[in-house]
């Protein structure tokens, strides 16, 4: 009998796999395998039932920010450089179903095929996402974002070479000055990399308030507090909403209102708190360009019901800058910053500085007034 189908028998006689588990059930091969080999039994059995199987050894490496698992068991990972296979690979589809129906319960979630995908948050902080068939062809497919190492501010992203010494002063007078912003740029761009850095240096005296779907922002501040939503459950019943926690975080005394985020009907509550006294608020949005956010707010906004005309006078004296995210030659540096403004067609997004090459667009003097740059 094999060691997997052991704890299979105990798993249906009600036990749930745990580390004394899996060291009895190596320690039942200490006459064949020896001390040393049952030591190795017990590591490979703890990653195969207790942790992330075959995957692990594609998450120690400390380059990889995503792996990502198709339905043919292929295992592919992104290092920074773009997807590359891992050569790791699953044996076969009812191997990936197990593996992602047991990570779903690693993130309190449920995977089966009354709910067939699930986003959730791994211990160690990695984000899960998985599909099950018929949704997905083949078998299951799994996504994770690998977290990066906390940022101590912006100066860290400096020596990474994310952002020169310009863009680095003028991103903390942003947050210095208590200017309302939020971080733009495509998928894997470094947007929440960069969030996490500029709330960093949000002074030690004040309380910082973060809504998110998905727990995702490493924050390095003494007052930081987390508002994450919920699925509903079994029965569609006791769903938390990105809107239900931005109600709740305005009744919290938030010095920086955080939305993780900005995807849906909470941009209606995020842009009225900003418009509201709650002074410094910031988020990410996906936006291919900078130019695009205007339009962007105003396609969310329609899920929230408001009309173009609501977002507009709402966003123009709600959020004042917008600060892009992009990949150069595989290396994600900030791109720009730029302010916004009421022109002609409404609210336009206005280039103020080019962070990657210095140059100074026309939104600059409008940019030096909200940081008080005197030059």
Known sequence: ???????????????????????????????????????????????????LGPLEACLED?????????????????????????GVALPDPAAARRLAVRLAGLAGRRLDESQPWVDGLLPGGVRLHAVLPPLV??????????????????????????????????LRALVARRCSFVVTGGTGCGKTTLLSAMLA????AERIV?????RELSVSHPHVVRLQGRAPNVEGQGS?????????ALRMRP????????????????????????EGGCGTVHANAPSDVPARFEALGALADLDQQAVQSQLASAVQAVVHVTRIRHQRVVASVSVLGRGPGGVECVPALDVVTGQRRQGWAQLSTLIGAGR
Do not use: F, K
């Open 240 to 248: 938390v909403t990105l809107v239900d926690l931005v109600r709740q």
């Open 255 to 278: 010095d920086r209102l955080v939305v993780g985020e900005v995807r849906g009907a909470e941009v209606r509550e995020m842009l009225a708190a900003l418009n509201t006294g709650h």
């Open 1 to 51: 009998m094999s060691q997997s189908t052991r704890i299979d028998e105990r798993i249906r006689r009600g036990r749930l796999p745990d580390a004394q588990m899996v060291a009895e059930v190596a320690a039942t091969e200490v006459a064949r395998l020896g001390l040393a080999g049952v030591a190795a039994a017990r590591r490979s059995l703890a990653s195969e039932v207790l942790g």
């Open 62 to 86: 400390p380059s990889v920010t995503d792996v990502l698992v198709n339905g043919d068991g292929a295992v592919w990972v992104d290092r920074g450089a773009g997807l590359e296979r891992s």
């Open 137 to 170: 062809d083949g078998g299951a497919h799994l996504s994770l974002r690998v977290p990066r190492l906390r940022t101590d501010g912006l100066g860290s992203l400096r020596a990474s070479g994310m952002l020169g010494p310009e863009g680095e002063e003028v």
């Open 201 to 204: 240096e949000v002074p030690a």
């Open 210 to 214: 973060v809504v998110e779907d998905v």
